[in-house]
Every structure is written in structure tokens, then in C-alpha cells.
């Protein structure tokens, strides 16, 4: 067997400028690696949170929740009322009581309080220019104002929602006769209370929002209502009742007699009697 001769085979090696290039290359390549998934991140939509106004909140209740959600120090979202003013009928005055719709709203790290106010305002507007509110309204010979005015009251003084038509039409009979609505809700509006305790005294408060001295409806909505009571008040259930009283929870008595109310009214003051809790003090 032949031998051929082969000279020895010398092994490349990199020069120092050589392995410098390489490492450097190795750093970028991890270094892009590491960074696509960075970016990727960052570019990630946010989340949005959700905030619910309920039905029946006051003006004031909206704000406070619009300045905690969006972590604003106390008045910023009153401060931007001025912003939703041109949105909002000329009767408002620039006041969106009963025009912050209560809805759940879309909050991001971007949202303002003049966005979320323009957006609580532009909902009622479309709630209250749907065919069967308008419509109503107007067969009542009423503004859409007007509308929301009613429909705020409503939302206060219907103990449940099956209520509401009853309760509407009430409000109706009672505009219809020229009598005062006498609404205890409008009273707590004036003196920025909650409470079903209505006191001589508290009857005759000086107050446009008096409704057992003042005729007609108050000269702003009191709340935020919604649709239901908005429809409530343009289409009230047939009765002839003046009057109504919430004896307990789920049982409001309706009636078309003074005579009557007054027999539910002592119900009432007998319920509250035997399941009052102990006075302080």
C-alpha cells in the first residue's frame, strides 16, 4: 500500500480584531433577543376599568366617583361642567343635573373628566331622543327637558321599577290638576339629604325645589335618571291616582282618595314604629 504524503494542516485561527467582531455580533443578536419581547410589551393596548354610575345619583355623587376613579383631587370633575354646557339644552343653564347618564363607562390613564362628562351627557341626549321618549314627550306637550325632569322625580320616589308607571302618573294627575306634586324627594334635594322622614317644617322651606309650596315640577331634574323612568314619564300606566306612600320596601299603596292615603300613611307610621332601632344617646 502506497503512502501519500500529505502536509500537515494548520487550524484557522480568528485575529484578535476577528474575535472582537464576533463577540460584538454575539451582544447584539442577544441583545435583539432580549428586546423584541420588550417592545412588544410596550406596544400592548391598555385595559380599560370600568366605572358605573347607578340610577338616580345626584350630580355631585357623579363627580366625587369621576375624581376617585380617576384619581383627581376632590372638584376636578365639577370643574370641567363648563366643557359639557354646549351639549346640554338651553333650560340646563349649563347645569348637567339628570344628564350624566348613569350607565358603566370605558376609564383608561388617559380618560378626563371633560370626556367622561361629554360622553355621560351625549348618552342622555341619545336616550332621550330615542323614538318612543321623544315621541312621548311631545304627545305630552313636554321638552325633552322637561322629560328628564320628570323622569329624575320618578327615579327618586318609585320604590321599584314596576312602580314607575304608577308613580308617572300620578306626577301627571297631579300637574293635570293643577295640584303641588308634594314629592319628599324634591325637599331632600333642597336640603342635600337622603331620608323617607319629611317634617312640617322641612315643608315649608323656601326653596324653588319645595314642591309642597311651588306648583309644577322643579326647575331642574334632582337625579340621573334612567331609561326606564324616562319612559315612565311619557307613557304613565292608566289610573286616576293623586297619591301614593312606600309602606315598606315592595309594598307602595296607591290611592285616589285622601281619605285613603291617610289610612296607608298610619300603616306606614305604624311599620316604622315597631321596627325602629334604638336611639342613640
Same mark, same amino acid.
Given at each position: 500500500?502506497?503512502?501519500?504524503?500529505?502536509?500537515?494542516?494548520?487550524?484557522?485561527?480568528?485575529?484578535?480584531?476577528?474575535?472582537?467582531?464576533?463577540?460584538? &455580533?454575539?451582544?447584539?443578536?442577544?441583545?435583539?433577543? +432580549?428586546?423584541?419581547?420588550?417592545?412588544?410589551?410596550?406596544?400592548?393596548?391598555?385595559?380599560?376599568?370600568?366605572?358605573?354610575?347607578?340610577?338616580?345619583?345626584?350630580?355631585?355623587?357623579?363627580?366625587?366617583?369621576?375624581?376617585?376613579?380617576?384619581?383627581?383631587?376632590?372638584? =376636578?370633575?365639577?370643574?370641567?361642567?363648563?366643557?359639557?354646557?354646549?351639549? %346640554?339644552?338651553?333650560?340646563?343653564?349649563?347645569?348637567?343635573?339628570?344628564?350624566?347618564?348613569?350607565?358603566?363607562?370605558? +376609564?383608561? =390613564?388617559?380618560?378626563?373628566?371633560?370626556?367622561? %362628562?361629554?360622553?355621560?351627557?351625549?348618552?342622555?341626549?341619545?336616550? %332621550?331622543?330615542?323614538?318612543?321618549?321623544?315621541?312621548?314627550?311631545?304627545?305630552?306637550?313636554?321638552?325633552?327637558?322637561?322629560?328628564?325632569?320628570?323622569? =329624575?322625580?320618578?327615579?327618586?320616589?318609585?320604590?321599584?321599577?314596576?312602580?314607575?308607571?304608577?308613580?308617572?302618573?300620578?306626577?301627571?294627575?297631579?300637574?293635570?290638576?293643577?295640584?303641588?306634586?308634594?314629592?319628599?324627594?324634591?325637599?331632600?334635594?333642597? %336640603?342635600?339629604?337622603?331620608? +323617607?322622614?319629611?317634617?312640617? =317644617?322641612?315643608?315649608?322651606?323656601?326653596?324653588?325645589?319645595?314642591?309642597?309650596?311651588?306648583? &309644577?315640577?322643579?326647575?331642574?331634574?334632582?337625579?340621573?335618571?334612567?331609561?326606564?323612568?324616562?319612559?315612565?314619564?311619557?307613557?304613565?300606566?292608566?289610573?286616576?291616582?293623586?297619591?301614593?306612600?312606600?309602606?315598606?320596601?315592595?309594598?307602595?299603596?296607591?290611592?285616589?282618595?285622601?281619605?285613603?292615603?291617610?289610612?296607608?300613611?298610619?300603616?306606614?307610621?305604624?311599620?316604622?314604629?315597631?321596627?325602629?332601632?334604638?336611639?342613640?344617646?
Amino acid at each position: 500500500m502506497s503512502h501519500e504524503y500529505r502536509p500537515p494542516q494548520r487550524r484557522s485561527r480568528l485575529t484578535r480584531r476577528g474575535r472582537l467582531a464576533l463577540f460584538l &455580533g454575539m451582544l447584539l443578536a442577544i441583545g435583539a433577543v +432580549v428586546l423584541i419581547p420588550v417592545l412588544r410589551g410596550a406596544q400592548e393596548p391598555e385595559r380599560p376599568r370600568r366605572l358605573t354610575i347607578p340610577e338616580g345619583w345626584r350630580a355631585a355623587q357623579v363627580y366625587a366617583a369621576v375624581d376617585r376613579e380617576l384619581k383627581l383631587p376632590p372638584g =376636578s370633575a365639577k370643574s370641567a361642567v363648563a366643557t359639557v354646557a354646549p351639549a %346640554l339644552p338651553a333650560e340646563a343653564k349649563g347645569n348637567p343635573e339628570g344628564y350624566l347618564f348613569p350607565a358603566t363607562y370605558p +376609564v383608561t =390613564s388617559k380618560t378626563t373628566p371633560a370626556a367622561l %362628562l361629554a360622553d355621560m351627557v351625549r348618552t342622555a341626549n341619545e336616550k %332621550l331622543a330615542t323614538k318612543a321618549v321623544a315621541d312621548g314627550g311631545k304627545a305630552h306637550g313636554m321638552t325633552p327637558y322637561q322629560t328628564a325632569t320628570m323622569a =329624575s322625580v320618578i327615579e327618586a320616589e318609585a320604590d321599584t321599577r314596576a312602580d314607575m308607571g304608577k308613580v308617572a302618573r300620578v306626577v301627571h294627575n297631579r300637574l293635570a290638576k293643577s295640584m303641588p306634586l308634594q314629592m319628599d324627594s324634591t325637599l331632600n334635594y333642597a %336640603l342635600n339629604r337622603n331620608t +323617607v322622614d319629611t317634617t312640617l =317644617s322641612d315643608t315649608r322651606i323656601d326653596s324653588p325645589f319645595n314642591t309642597y309650596e311651588r306648583q &309644577g315640577l322643579p326647575p331642574t331634574p334632582i337625579d340621573s335618571p334612567g331609561l326606564e323612568a324616562m319612559a315612565a314619564a311619557v307613557a304613565p300606566t292608566p289610573g286616576d291616582w293623586l297619591y301614593f306612600v312606600t309602606v315598606k320596601p315592595g309594598d307602595t299603596r296607591f290611592s285616589t282618595t285622601y281619605a285613603e292615603h291617610r289610612k296607608h300613611v298610619a300603616d306606614f307610621n305604624r311599620h316604622r314604629a315597631a321596627h325602629a332601632g334604638p336611639r342613640a344617646g
